[in-house]
């Protein structure tokens, strides 16, 4: 397996290539998977015959079969490349799609999920990450940030569009024509984009740049490295993904009437795209460890301002910020600190056994969350969430200290 070089103006317009079209094929993505039962369960539930709660059981059954896959994948990406990875990802995506289209039942119905769950590491974040990576390791932080930032409308995007064609063509239609996306416009997007094989542009440097992060290459072994940084991104993960999902129902949960709640649920958006944006115009100067250590006492800052002054309009207005930005650096972090830790030749793969656990505890936190707030009430959520923020804390903290040591 050889490893080609290309000039650094090259490296520069694949990599502004590959931004652009990623950024197309990642908004389509997540909104044609994990965006689909906010807006279209109840259409669903009816249609299928199953209850409305099992439709959301869809994005549980895809993140156990992503995290089942994802070390496999990884292994395969950095064995092939990304791209003919990321084409396989869309033409599934449209077999997903169209499986769900014509789910009558619970059997077509589960195995759309089955199909998104593999979807989700092929087409999505841990294969978008790897394709910069391995076009360009030493400005691979800056090209996944500006994608992050960019693809954190999904949801604003897709929703509308998403209402819009339902209204004029009902749900399985629907399906069918974003089905027909991914083949015709995701599909030839990363065939084009995306250079073919596996192609590091730079050399790999062993010594650390003056910005404190290492070069592209295998940087020396930290101990307990994979170990704190699996626990410390789980754990961000539980709240990053657990969350939001019950934002609105927590901030009611506090006093707030539903339009309050909402609108100042949503400014967790604007909060996490602040994040991305300062992170891709200046925030590279930080390590990324150092970033993670910020971002990861963002959180509890924001949740003890709820636990203690949730009730005011004030304080869920400065829980709901903080808490955006908080999340919005810690998706950064996750995506590069592997880069950091590792080496851009073993990314996808170390990529992949991080998100074993991760997609494990994202799958997991929005049930156990909504048990807890509909059973012990929000001053108990809050708790456990700042908990769990302070352990997350600690750990990200003691992953950076030792990764500092060990550049002495």
């Not at 807006?39 to 539930?45: H, I, N």
């Not at 015709?184 to 062993?206: D, I, K, Y």
């Not at 944006?277 to 590279?284: C, D, R």
């Not at 950064?332 to 950091?340: G, K, N, Q, S, T």
Request: proline share 6%; net charge positive; charged share 10%.
């Amino acid at each position: 397996m050889s490893i080609a070089r290309a000039p650094a103006p090259l490296s520069r317009r694949s990599l502004s290539l590959a931004v652009g079209g990623l950024t197309v094929t990642q908004i389509v993505g997540w909104g044609t998977t994990f965006h689909i039962p906010a807006v279209l369960s109840g259409r669903l539930a009816r249609g299928i015959g199953l209850p409305g709660e099992l439709i959301f059981g869809g994005i549980t059954l895809m993140l156990v079969v992503a995290a089942a896959i994802a070390p496999a994948v990884g292994r395969a990406l950095d064995r092939d490349g990304a791209r003919r990875w990321m084409v396989t990802g869309s033409v599934l995506a449209a077999l997903g799609l169209a499986l769900l289209a014509a789910a009558e039942g619970p059997i077509l119905f589960a195995a759309a999920w089955v199909v998104f769950g593999a979807v989700m590491p092929l087409a999505l974040n841990q294969s978008a990450s790897t394709a910069l990576v391995q076009i360009s390791p030493a400005s691979a932080r800056r090209a996944i940030a500006l994608l992050l930032l960019l693809t954190g409308l999904s949801s604003t995007i897709a929703w509308p569009v998403l209402i819009s064609l339902d209204a004029a063509f009902g749900w399985r239609v629907t399906l069918l024509i974003l089905a027909a996306v991914h083949l015709f416009v995701c599909a030839p997007l990363h065939l084009l984009c995306l250079p073919a094989g596996r192609v590091l542009t730079e050399a790999a440097p062993l010594a650390p740049r003056p910005d404190g992060e290492p070069g592209p290459g295998a940087p020396a072994p930290i101990p307990g490295a994979f170990a704190l940084a699996a626990v410390a991104f789980s754990l961000s993960g539980m709240l990053t993904w657990g969350l939001p999902l019950h934002m609105v129902g927590l901030l009611q949960a506090y006093g707030h009437a539903e339009t309050a709640a909402v609108a100042i649920g949503a400014l967790v958006g604007p909060g996490q795209v602040l994040a991305r944006a300062f992170e891709m115009l200046g925030g590279s100067r930080i390590g990324i460890l150092e970033v993670g250590v910020g971002a990861a006492l963002l959180m509890p800052v924001a949740l003890g301002v709820l636990l203690l002054w949730g009730a005011s309009p004030l304080g869920a207005l400065v829980f709901s910020i903080g808490y955006g930005l908080s999340a919005g650096l810690i998706s950064i972090v996750r995506a590069v600190a592997p880069l950091r830790l590792f080496g851009a030749a073993a990314y996808a793969a170390m990529l992949g056994r991080l998100n074993v656990p991760q997609n494990i505890a994202f799958a997991a936190a929005p049930l156990g969350f909504a048990v807890i707030l509909e059973r012990f009430g929000a001053a108990a959520l809050t708790g456990l969430a700042l908990a769990v923020a302070l352990v997350c804390l600690g750990t990200m903290w003691r992953l950076a200290r030792r990764a500092a040591a060990q550049a002495g």
